[in-house]
């Protein structure tokens, strides 16, 4: 079943991190900004990203699921390599953010 293969996948939400932890991450030094306007996107992470939304609203759907993790403005989010979701963005989104890399080089 397609679902098992998310099973295990969380997507995990810090709501309202203090600017502590913000400056100790160093977000507004990542290299990367993204942002989308309301609208459904199907999504599949092949690297754990770390993102920190500036302004939005996100219902996250994990495959196979219907439950959903909803995010927005403010929060912190991590969602884990491997997932495949669908992001149903309400208010249009703009954030911060980065991918981890396993290894420095993953070039072949």
Known sequence: MAADSNSNLRIIVERNPPQSRLAELNITCWPKRWG??????????DAEETCYLLKGKVKAYPKGSSE??????GDLVIIPKGL??????SLAVDKYYKFESSSSSSFS
């Open 36 to 45: 989308c306007s309301p609208g459904k996107y199907q999504l599949k992470f």
């Open 68 to 73: 959903f993790v909803e995010f927005g403005a």
């Open 84 to 89: 495949s979701c669908t992001w149903d963005v």
